[in-house]
C-alpha cells in the first residue's frame, strides 16, 4: 500500500506571496493532520481534517489554512509568506479520528525569502 | 494542553552500547504514547506505541519503551545500538485529537 506522499517536496517563495501544499493519504485513511518542523519549535500541530471538516486547530495565525477533498486529499495554504514560515510540513493520515496511528509523509521543504 | 519533555538533545554513543532515552508527559486524560524516528534524509517513521495493556512495549528495529504511569514516563530503550541507529528519535503523546511532540533526540552512533 503506497504511503502518505506529498507535493511538492521542495519550493522557494518570497515574503508576501503565498503557497498552497498538497497531500494524498494512504488509501482508506479519512483524517489529514498537518505539523510544521522548524528547529527552533520542533514540531507543532497546525490542524486536521475528517471528512471535510476542519475538525481542530494549533495556535498559528489565519494566514494558515487548509481543507480537504471528498476523496480524502488535503492542501493547506499559507497566504503573506513571511521569512519565519521557512520550515518543513509534514502531513499525517489515519484511518479515523481519535487515538489512531498517524502515517507521516515526507514533508515540504519551504524556504521563504 | 498535553505536552512532552524530552532530554539530553545530543546524544552520542559507540555501536554496542546501550541507549535509553527519556520522555516525561503532561496530559490528565487517557494516555496513547508513541516513539517516532526520523532518520538523515527520510521521514517519521512509528518505532512503537503504547495504547493500553503491558506496560513494556515492543517495537521495530529491537526497540522497546515502557510506560510508568506514576512517573508520567515512556522511555525508549535498545540494549545494543548500530551505526544505522543514527536518527533524530520524537516522543509524542495523543490527545486532545493531535499529537503532541518532544523537541526529538538527535542520536549519533559511532561505528
Known amino acids: 500500500k503506497a504511503g502518505v506522499t506529498q507535493t511538492p517536496r521542495y519550493l522557494i517563495k518570497t515574503r508576501g506571496q503565498q503557497v498552497t501544499l498538497s497531500c494524498s493519504p494512504i488509501s482508506g485513511h479519512r483524517s489529514v493532520s498537518w505539523y510544521q518542523q522548524t528547529p527552533g519549535q520542533g514540531l507543532q500541530f497546525l490542524f486536521e481534517?475528517?471528512?471535510?471538516?476542519?475538525?481542530n486547530k494549533g495556535n498559528f495565525p489565519g494566514r494558515f489554512s487548509g481543507r480537504q477533498f471528498s476523496n480524502s486529499r488535503s492542501e493547506m495554504n499559507v497566504s503573506t509568506l513571511e521569512l519565519g514560515d521557512s520550515a518543513l510540513y509534514l502531513c499525517?493520515?489515519?484511518?479515523?479520528?481519535?487515538?489512531?496511528?498517524?502515517?507521516f509523509g515526507p514533508g515540504t521543504r519551504l524556504t521563504v525569502l | 494542553a498535553q505536552s512532552v519533555s524530552q532530554h539530553n538533545h545530543h546524544v552520542i554513543l559507540s555501536e554496542a552500547a546501550s541507549l535509553e532515552l527519556g520522555c516525561n508527559y503532561s496530559y490528565g486524560g487517557t494516555v496513547n504514547l508513541f516513539w517516532y524516528v526520523q532518520y538523515p534524509g527520510q521521514h517519521l517513521q512509528l518505532l512503537l506505541k503504547?495504547?493500553?495493556?503491558?506496560?513494556l512495549v515492543k517495537g521495530i528495529k529491537g526497540f522497546e519503551a515502557e510506560f510508568i504511569k506514576s512517573k508520567f514516563s515512556f522511555n525508549l530503550r535498545k540494549p545494543s545500538v548500530q551505526w544505522s541507529d543514527t536518527a533524530e528519535y520524537f516522543c509524542?503523546?495523543?490527545?486532545?485529537?493531535?499529537?503532541?511532540f518532544g523537541k526529538g533526540n538527535q542520536v549519533v552512533v559511532i561505528p
Open positions: 499525517a493520515s489515519s484511518l479515523t479520528r481519535s487515538t489512531d496511528t498517524q502515517y
Open positions: 509524542a503523546v495523543y490527545g486532545n485529537n493531535r499529537l503532541a
Open positions: 503504547y495504547f493500553s495493556g503491558d506496560p
Open positions: 481534517y475528517f471528512s471535510e471538516t476542519q475538525r
